[in-house]
């Protein structure tokens, strides 16, 4: 019993910098190595929120070390950041953060309101593609497009 009592009292330290440094590592080097932007923004993500909660570790680790149970909320809270049934990282950044900042210009007043949902749409990498034709041939060229698209579309 004592040598199980030892590995529960120290699961965060034995389980921790693999579920937080180690699969996050490896997975970010894949993530860079593939063609998608998807496990890009899930690794971006986590990094982001990671640095987060490390910083936010730093500034209160005197009240932290006051709560013996914060190891392992830490260690739930990153498994379910990093591990790939969850995805955590990219629910947080599509339900939180991209509601509330500006990518690629879209948040400036050039765009109405209707184009800005429109861009909000389309992947990030598509938004680099669309806003450099938009500049080059304008918003009018852009939703000719749009409509050719839809009527090829709808076409049986």
């Given at each position: 019993?004592?040598?199980?009592?030892a590995?529960?009292?120290?699961?965060?330290a034995?389980?921790?910098?693999?579920?937080?440094?180690?699969?996050?590592?490896?997975?970010?080097?894949?993530?860079?190595?593939?063609?998608?932007?998807?496990?890009?923004?899930?690794?971006?993500?986590?990094?982001?929120?990671?640095?987060?909660?490390t910083?936010?570790?730093?500034?209160?680790?005197?009240?932290?070390?006051?709560?013996?149970?914060?190891?392992?909320m830490?260690?739930?809270f990153?498994?379910?950041?990093?591990?790939p049934?969850f995805?955590?990282?990219?629910?947080i950044?599509?339900?939180?953060?991209?509601?509330?900042?500006?990518?690629?210009?879209?948040?400036?007043?050039?765009?109405?309101?209707?184009?800005?949902?429109i861009?909000q749409?389309?992947?990030l990498?598509?938004?680099?593609?669309?806003?450099?034709?938009?500049?080059?041939?304008?918003w009018?060229a852009?939703?000719?497009?749009?409509?050719?698209?839809?009527?090829?579309?709808?076409?049986?």
């Amino acid at each position: 019993m004592g040598v199980l009592t030892a590995i529960a009292k120290h699961l965060d330290a034995i389980v921790g910098p693999g579920v937080m440094l180690l699969y996050p590592l490896y997975a970010s080097v894949r993530a860079i190595e593939s063609p998608s932007m998807v496990d890009d923004q899930q690794w971006l993500t986590y990094w982001i929120i990671y640095s987060f909660i490390t910083l936010f570790e730093l500034s209160f680790w005197k009240v932290l070390a006051w709560l013996p149970f914060w190891p392992y909320m830490k260690l739930v809270f990153c498994m379910w950041l990093v591990l790939p049934i969850f995805n955590g990282a990219a629910y947080i950044y599509e339900m939180y953060i991209r509601k509330y900042i500006k990518l690629g210009g879209f948040g400036g007043s050039n765009y109405t309101e209707d184009q800005k949902k429109i861009l909000q749409m389309i992947s990030l990498d598509a938004r680099k593609h669309v806003a450099e034709y938009v500049e080059k041939h304008g918003w009018p060229a852009f939703e000719r497009i749009i409509k050719v698209a839809e009527r090829e579309a709808k076409k049986p």
